[in-house]
């Protein structure tokens, strides 16, 4: 259960879920949700990638598409712990993984105890601090759409717009 687990369960057991009202599929999709929570930093407001020694504030643009399971938990469980971590996560990777164009950093390395940036230590495809990942870009639009679906907030839509402006 590592940082993709929204990928992985989400969209998996949260649609079986759906459709079929199998509760075992629920509950997988309440465990993956907590396993993604564990990951939230709450003193820097985001959910960390990786649990690998020196890599403890390292978050990925890839989380964008984690957080619905969230935002998922949160309405089922009226625990709304779930959905503030989306939005805060949200908020951060907006500010600090878009740049103004709309491009992106794939990885924003934040101090651990304070959330501060600390660097951009690499990025997919060519690796350089200027330079954008096509799929991350993709990820982004989609993350954020959705993140403004669960929230209603419209800074989360202008993400999204601002995003595939530039993708295309």
């Known amino acids: 259960l590592h940082h993709d687990v929204g990928?992985?369960?989400?969209?998996?057991?949260?649609?079986?879920?759906?459709?079929?009202?199998?509760?075992?599929?629920?509950?997988?999709?309440?465990?993956?949700?907590?396993?993604?929570?564990?990951?939230?930093?709450i003193d820097g407001g985001?959910?960390?990638?990786?649990?690998?020694?020196?890599?403890?504030?390292?978050?990925?643009?890839d989380s964008m598409m984690n957080i619905p399971l969230l935002y998922w938990a949160s309405e089922q469980t009226g625990?709304?712990?779930?959905?503030?971590?989306?939005?805060?996560?949200?908020?951060?990777?907006?500010?600090?993984?878009?740049?103004?164009?709309g491009s992106l950093y794939h990885v924003v390395e934040y101090d651990k105890d304070t959330g501060e940036v600390k660097g951009y230590p690499w990025t997919q495809g060519y690796n350089a601090e200027n330079s954008s990942w096509a799929r991350g870009q993709s990820w982004a639009v989609y993350g954020f759409a959705?993140?403004?679906?669960?929230?209603?907030?419209?800074?989360?839509?202008?993400?999204?717009?601002?995003?595939?402006?530039?993708?295309?």
Do not use: C
Not at 8 to 25: D, P, Q, R, V
Not at 46 to 61: H, T
Not at 79 to 89: C, F, Q
């Open 146 to 168: 959705l993140a403004y679906i669960h929230s209603g907030k419209q800074e989360f839509l202008d993400t999204a717009k601002r995003v595939a402006h530039y993708f295309i």
């Open 79 to 101: 625990n709304v712990a779930y959905s503030k971590m989306a939005d805060r996560h949200a908020e951060k990777t907006m500010k600090h993984h878009i740049r103004p164009d």
């Open 46 to 61: 985001f959910i960390k990638a990786w649990n690998d020694p020196g890599a403890d504030g390292w978050v990925i643009i």
């Open 7 to 41: 990928f992985m369960w989400h969209i998996s057991a949260g649609a079986n879920y759906l459709l079929t009202g199998n509760e075992k599929s629920k509950n997988r999709n309440l465990h993956a949700a907590a396993a993604l929570a564990s990951r939230y930093n």
